[in-house]
């Protein structure tokens, strides 16, 4: 059984993509995946702004942001308040204060335990949904849009989107409880071999209610 975050909820998958032309978003997937659930969440959509999807939402983290590694809360709580941020090189951000405090929409998992249990929490609030991967070689960003499960509930997959896969739209990771750290976490084997990467954290935001008229068939009142 297959739970789609936008079947349930309207909208669409986001994938924002890096470019291998430009030199300015090699360590950019975290600014990427924020800005899929910018997009979905609609927070992506301030009035006043012209911004129409995930990939002019990621431009801007791109003109506004070092090329370095980063976190999606960070990248999120920018376009909230504004707030200076290690990496900021240009002002800007500041979308949604003062009506709103990110901190009163943003959630998180850091229990590996959990993770799968919280990814299903969170897509039923509804949240989008970033999570955060860990392989031997280094740590990756990526949304996540659903999962699959069997009859009895036990968990199998996840679907995501993904910045540096050239595949525009989801793809389908089956899950194990084994891997290259502790067994009883989250692994998937990923599209490029041999990396394996650990479900380590998950980050979500809740919707959006007071975006103004944006391209989605988003259900939430």
């Not at 995946?33 to 990939?55: H, V």
């Amino acid at each position: 059984m297959d739970y789609l975050l936008f079947d349930h909820w309207g909208g669409k998958f986001h994938d924002a993509k890096k470019t291998a032309e430009n030199t300015e978003d090699d360590l950019m997937c975290w600014a990427a995946a924020a800005s899929n659930i910018l997009a979905w969440t609609r927070w992506g959509f301030p009035k006043n702004q012209n911004f129409r999807n995930e990939d002019q939402i990621f431009e801007h983290y791109l003109n506004h942001w070092a090329d370095v590694a980063g976190f999606p809360q960070r990248a999120w709580q920018w376009w909230f308040d504004g707030a200076s941020q290690e990496g900021v090189t240009t002002q800007g951000g500041g979308f949604w204060a003062p009506d709103h405090c990110f901190l009163n929409h943003y959630h998180a998992q850091w229990d590996r335990s959990k993770a799968l249990a919280s990814i299903d929490d969170f897509l039923h609030r509804p949240c989008g949904v970033v999570l955060g991967l860990i392989s031997q070689d280094g740590g990756h960003y990526v949304s996540c849009w659903g999962y699959r499960c069997d009859s009895q509930g036990h968990y199998l997959g996840i679907y995501t989107t993904d910045s540096d896969d050239v595949l525009k739209g989801m793809r389908y990771y089956e899950l194990t409880r084994h891997g290259w750290s502790f067994d009883g976490w989250w692994y998937f084997q990923y599209h490029r071999d041999p990396i394996q990467f650990l479900i380590g954290e998950i980050h979500a935001l809740d919707c959006c209610v007071d975006a103004p008229s944006m391209p989605s068939n988003l259900r939430i009142q």
